[in-house]
Nanobody, 121 residues
Framework: QVQLVESGGGLVQPGGSLRLSCAAS????????MGWYRQAPGKERELVAR???????NYAGSLKGRFTISRDNAKNMVYQQMNNLKPEDTARYYC???????????????WGQGTQVTVSS
């Protein structure tokens, strides 16, 4: 089966940085869009950033400039560099990808289990 596994979360001081990684593995024919979402307690899950297979990106408006999404198509990985972190960035961050497992099948949406990011002094 296809799996998405996030890593890189943790506790960081305000103003600090983290780099999240997400590895896609399993039976993968191709990966289209990949993205990062986050969900804080009491809030809806929201888009953080998204990147297409040809490296077109989009971000939540308030995050552009602090967060940078990137991907390595050869390694089936997507990354998110997060700089100048703020307490309001505290959330569980989820990796998302649109993946085809075969040329005979349409792409499906996959989610990782998430990685916790806590920004606190």
């Amino acid at each position: 089966q296809v799996q998405l596994v996030e890593s890189g979360g943790g506790l960081v001081q305000p103003g600090g940085s983290l780099r999240l990684s997400c590895a896609a593995s399993g039976s993968i024919f191709s990966i289209n869009d990949m993205g990062w979402y986050r969900q804080a307690p009491g809030k809806e899950r929201e888009l953080v950033a998204r990147i297409t297979s040809d490296l077109i990106t989009n971000y939540a408006g308030s995050l552009k400039g602090r967060f940078t999404i990137s991907r390595d198509n050869a390694k089936n990985m997507v990354y998110q560099q997060m700089n100048n972190l703020k307490p309001e960035d505290t959330a569980r961050y989820y990796c998302n990808a649109d993946i085809r497992t075969s040329w005979m099948r349409p792409r499906d949406v996959y989610w990782g289990q998430g990685t916790q990011v806590t920004v606190s002094s």
